[in-house]
């Protein structure tokens, strides 16, 4: 398992399915935590459980003021900030292309690609001054999606926001490669958690038989298990992975082979 004790994670989306999976990996990995979603409650709801050393911060990753404050967070209370995963998200319903509202169209691009854009804005500055001060690097990890590699019908929104943090993934990873940061995406299929259980529920019909339905693209045909998921994550944040940048791990039982 990954060593993190006394390295500094900026974390956002924490109450959701990966985020809070991610969130206790972490802890139980010695992190220290500076954890973000976008209530309150919920988030200290997690600190106090997670117990030891979490700063949490609630705000829409769509105000990009939020990732400031996250970045000063994890400098005032850890003095230090080692990794940054960004992972709030949210999908929009399955419709094609010229049905989804504008406003869905909207929200997905400004959550899942400016949010993602606003945060590495915020972080890469922070990352190098402490490369350049100390020597010490740093690692982003964007969560992206499969759907961030390759098309994805009736989520085509989701997925031009996901290709585009692909792009900003593989783009910053190349303009930091000597700057003491590793940027890499995380690219999951369907997922356990309640974004995928809310899109099966809204697929209309019975849940079986939309699971079904779903995991016949996946050459194992079955949904990703959230610790598969995690596992991927760690990887590409441990700092042992210190040769690995600008890359997309996917976690797709094969899907993305195909
Ligand atoms: N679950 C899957 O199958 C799957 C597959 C591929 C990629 N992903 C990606 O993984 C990430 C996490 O997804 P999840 O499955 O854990 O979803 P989830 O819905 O369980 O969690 C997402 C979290 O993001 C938070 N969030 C949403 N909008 C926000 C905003 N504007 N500002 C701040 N926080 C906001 C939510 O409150 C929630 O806690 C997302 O980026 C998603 O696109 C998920």
Redesign the pocket.
């Known amino acids: 398992m990954a060593d993190f004790s006394g390295r500094c994670v900026i974390l ?9 999976a991610a969130a206790r990996a972490f802890a139980a990995a010695g992190a220290n935590l500076v954890l ?4 309150q409650a ?1 988030l200290d709801r997690l600190a106090e459980e997670l117990g030891g050393r979490v700063t949490a911060i609630a ?4 105000d990009p003021e ?1 990732s400031l404050r996250l970045v000063e967070a994890a400098i005032a209370e850890f003095g230090r900030l080692d990794v940054a995963v ?6 929009h319903d399955i419709l094609p292309l010229a049905r989804i509202p504008l406003e869905a169209v909207r929200r997905t691009i ?3 690609l400016l ?1 993602v854009i606003y945060a590495m804005q915020a972080q890469l500055p922070a990352f190098e001054q402490r490369f350049r001060d100390t020597g010490e690097t740093g690692a982003i990890v964007n ?5 961030g590699v390759v098309g994805a019908p009736m989520l085509s929104v ?1 997925a031009a926001a ?1 290709h585009g943090v692909v792009g900003l993934t593989k783009s910053a990873a190349l303009e930091y490669a000597r700057r003491g940061v590793r940027v890499n995406a ?11 259980t ?2 099966l529920d809204k697929a209309g019909g019975d849940r079986d038989q939309a699971e079904a339905a779903l995991v016949q693209a996946i050459p194992m045909r079955r ?2 298990e ?1 610790d598969e ?1 995690i596992a991927g994550l760690m990887f590409l944040a441990d700092p042992a992975s210190s040769f690995v940048t600008g890359q997309t791990l996917q976690i797709d039982g094969g899907l993305s082979a195909a």
């Not at 956002?12 to 809070?20: D, K, M, V, Y």
């Open positions: 956002t989306g924490a109450c959701g399915g990966f985020g809070e973000s979603d976008l209530a919920p705000g829409d990753i769509t939020l960004n992972n709030a998200g949210i999908a400004e959550i899942d949010g969560v992206a999606s499969v759907a989701y996901k995380l690219c999951p299929s369907f997922a356990r958690t309640p974004m995928a809310d899109f949904l990703a959230v998921v």
